[in-house]
């Protein structure tokens, strides 16, 4: 068995002839080009798929080698997985010829009566490999061709960064090495997976925030991987969608990823004072500015204009949509600009290598952290303590609050959700549940009256030009909106009730 560790990059098809003489390639051995058929095997039930497992049969030169690829997982482009490969004589599988219990486990006589071919993939690889300064070896493979099942394809043009020895640090400083001169962008989705959803013909889904696995046994700074490595994976599935796809539900689980890891830099780093933790903040910050306004016309145009349309059809409001749409339009070109930019690439790459050697574990003796060693329940509970009171101070006095003081319990709410679904699995389910929904019924409450603030501003924006009729038209806009905003504020006096009668799940009873 080997353990495959690997950086996963999508490169723009124009660019591969010129990455094959790029100067970091030239001080390598003369680069290895082979075609590569791949066939892969499961059951009609995909038994392998749900079991996180792959069984593939590929022909190398002229003979024929089966691999098994076990769990592993993938976090901004990086895989990680153990593997295992014998020869076989063609391009069926020869399961007999694996001794390890693990696959043996896997490929019980009744799937391996069952397996049959699913898709394929055939492609040029050109492998280069490159020495590591330290010691260690990295091979660069580019692969270009295409995955196909049941008459449908899709081309594969990726950089694959291999280690074969050495340190997983070096994957990233030889991906930003490349990311600064070709348009790069981690790759969450392996080559199977693509199979797997060309077979089912399922089309890309905009990926929601998952449970994060705390246990209460990790220490800090395990906890503080395990959640930064989440958010990361949330942002990276959702950005092939977010640059290629019209859905905005891509652009509004891609923004709760960029809040979720900023909510957990301010959770984890005043704990672990690492430089390279606090230097992600600054970026993290110009993201999310890249995609607000995009998100801004994204509710203006599906959700605020609709109802409001339907109920008075008409040309003045038709024309403030058309409006609308073109700013909409122009909102979203310059977001996608942002997250297809190598500022973007480069973030990404250098936040999956903050999380890589976590660089407090050896800096501990040195910034002097008690909390890097402690149990996560202990900075949990002193988090949530904490945001709980600036939660219940800011709310005070809630009917009479002024929309300057609503803002700040907005920002109060969000970050302690977002601390609470963090750190929701180290306690009692059902109280946690509670909490949260008790809080996130009051966050979209705040939420929904920010989008009517919102909505205020984006109408300053389109006001002017055939005065008479759009000035009716905004002005009818505005005061549904602010008829909204009085019946969400009676609403939210009930949710703010509840919010401060419900006992916090990480107390300890009396």
């Not at 699913?118 to 492609?123: E, N």
């Not at 890891?261 to 890249?290: H, K, Q, T």
């Not at 009051?442 to 009256?449: F, K, M, P, V, Y």
């Amino acid at each position: 068995m080997t353990v495959e560790i690997e950086l996963k990059l999508a490169l723009a098809p124009v660019q591969a002839a010129r990455l094959k003489r790029h100067a970091l390639l030239a001080g390598a051995d003369r680069p290895l080009r082979r075609w590569l058929v791949s066939v892969y095997f499961d059951t009609p039930g995909l038994d392998l798929m749900r079991a996180q497992a792959a069984l593939r049969v590929r022909r190398v030169g002229r003979g024929w080698v089966q691999t098994v690829k076990i769990g592993g997982g993938s976090a901004g482009g990086l895989h990680q997985r153990p593997e295992w490969e014998t020869p076989v004589a063609g391009a069926v599988p020869e399961p007999g010829r694996f001794d390890t219990p693990a696959v043996k486990a896997l490929l019980t006589p009744g799937r391996v009566v069952r397996l049959r071919p699913l898709f394929q993939t055939r492609f040029w690889r050109t492998a280069w490999t490159l020495p590591v300064s330290g010691g260690g070896s990295i091979e660069v493979a580019l692969d270009q061709g295409e995955v196909s099942s049941g008459g449908r394809s899709q081309p594969i043009c990726e950089v694959e960064l291999e280690l074969k020895s050495g340190q997983p640090a070096a994957l990233y400083d030889l991906a930003l090495a490349l990311a600064a001169d070709f348009d790069l962008r981690p790759d969450p989705v392996s080559k199977a997976g693509r199979g797997y959803a060309l077979f089912q013909n399922l089309h890309s889904q905009p990926l929601q925030a998952a449970p994060v696995g705390l246990k209460p046994e990790m220490r800090v700074a395990d906890a503080c991987v395990a959640v930064m490595q989440s958010g990361l994976g949330q942002f990276t599935a959702n950005l092939a969608g977010l640059i290629h796809e019209t859905d905005p539900e891509y652009l509004h689980q891609a923004r709760v990823a960029v809040r979720r890891l900023r909510s957990a830099l301010s959770v984890f780093a005043p704990a672990l004072p690492d430089p390279a933790l606090a230097s992600l903040r600054e970026e993290l910050r110009w993201l999310m500015g890249a995609l607000g306004p995009a998100r801004d016309w994204d509710v203006f145009a599906t959700e605020t204009l609709p109802p409001l349309m339907a109920a008075m059809p008409g040309r003045p409001l038709a024309s403030l949509a058309r409006d609308g749409a073109a700013q909409r339009d122009e909102a979203r070109a310059a977001m996608t600009a942002a997250v297809s930019s190598r500022r973007l690439t480069r973030l990404l790459l250098e936040t999956g290598r903050v999380l890589l050697p976590r660089p407090w574990e050896q800096a501990v003796d040195r910034i002097g952290s008690a909390w890097q060693s402690a149990p996560v329940t202990a900075l949990a509970e002193s988090v949530l303590d904490r945001r709980q009171r600036q939660l219940l101070r800011r709310g005070r006095h809630f009917s009479r609050l002024a929309p300057a003081a609503r803002h700040r319990l907005r920002v109060a709410a969000k970050k302690q959700r977002y601390t609470a679904e963090f750190f929701a699995e180290l306690y009692p389910r059902k109280a946690a549940r509670a909490y949260i929904k008790n809080l996130a019924a009051l966050q979209d409450g705040l939420g929904a009256l920010n989008d009517i603030a919102v909505t205020g501003r984006l109408l300053d924006g389109l006001r002017g030009g055939r005065a008479a009729r759009r000035a009716w038209a905004c002005g009818v806009v505005q005061g549904w909106v602010e008829s909204r905003a009085r019946a969400r504020i009676a609403e939210l006096e009930s949710a703010w009730r509840r919010m401060k009668k419900i006992r916090p799940f990480w107390s300890k009873p009396t």
